[in-house]
């Protein structure tokens, strides 16, 4: 059995924050694999399913951010799920929006969920890290804790039903390939687009520019020849 978290804030004050697209992917995981059924369970929302023939957990934990160790910590001790059989979903402020990079262990980052959930369950566990852009150290509170742009749905939500369409790859380990196929689907259209063929060089002569006009004299048999000449060149 595999348990996936993802991390973000209850409420619905916070759903559309940058900070909760980690439940953004868990949701559209649920859709694409028709997990309905979550309950209040283990200070979290919990749900449970299959999802290409693997057993899984779906875990949203309703403890605020800063305290996710909380519910990831009970049900992985009560499921009896070892680190290496948690898969984590958040928002990465080092990556740009949309880039996803996949890695198991390593530091926190500064993120509060994983500083929660470190020293409750240890590092082995694997790390979803989902690009949303880096403002500047002074504005990250509100980044973060801000709603997505409108502007921001052309990668968002390609991003969000990739996940749901590719997690399988999470679960039987290719990390690479879950990436491969995220970074395909958000590739710009620009770079899949046929580039128009150049313009054939056409095989058929140019019409000679006019000739200057010649003045011929009037009549003769001088000037009947000189006609004949130039009508046939």
């Known amino acids: ?24 992917a868990l949701d559209a995981i649920a859709r694409e694999h028709g997990i ?17 023939g693997e057993k899984v957990l779906l875990l949203k934990p309703q403890t605020f951010m800063n305290r996710s160790g909380d519910s990831v910590q009970q049900v992985a001790k009560f499921y009896k799920i070892e680190p290496s059989d948690i898969i984590v979903f958040y928002d990465e402020l080092d990556l740009a929006p949309g880039k996803v990079r ?3 262990g390593g530091g926190n980052g500064g993120h509060n969920g994983l500083r929660s959930i470190d020293p409750q369950i240890g590092l082995d566990y694997k790390r ?13 509170t509100p980044h973060v804790l801000g709603d997505f742009a ?10 969000l039903d990739g996940i749901g369409k590719h997690v399988a790859l999470l679960l039987k380990g ?60």
């Open 1 to 24: 059995m595999k348990l996936l978290v993802g991390l973000g804030n209850p409420g619905n004050q916070y759903e559309g924050n940058r900070h909760n697209i980690g439940f953004m």
């Open 36 to 52: 309905t059924q979550f309950r209040s369970k283990h200070a979290g929302l919990l749900a449970e399913g299959s999802i290409a």
């Open 102 to 104: 996949v890695k198991v």
């Open 128 to 140: 979803v890290r989902l690009g949303i852009g880096h403002p500047g150290k002074e504005f990250v």
């Open 150 to 159: 409108k502007a921001d749905q052309s990668w968002l939500t390609p991003l």
């Open 174 to 233: 290719d990390d690479a390939g879950f990436m491969n196929k995220l970074a395909l689907t958000l590739k710009p259209a620009d770079d899949t687009a046929e580039k128009p063929a150049p313009k054939a060089q056409s095989h058929i002569r140019q019409a000679r520019p006019a000739k200057p006009e010649v003045k011929l004299p009037g009549s003769g048999p001088m000037a009947d020849m000189l006609k004949k000449l130039f009508k046939s060149e």
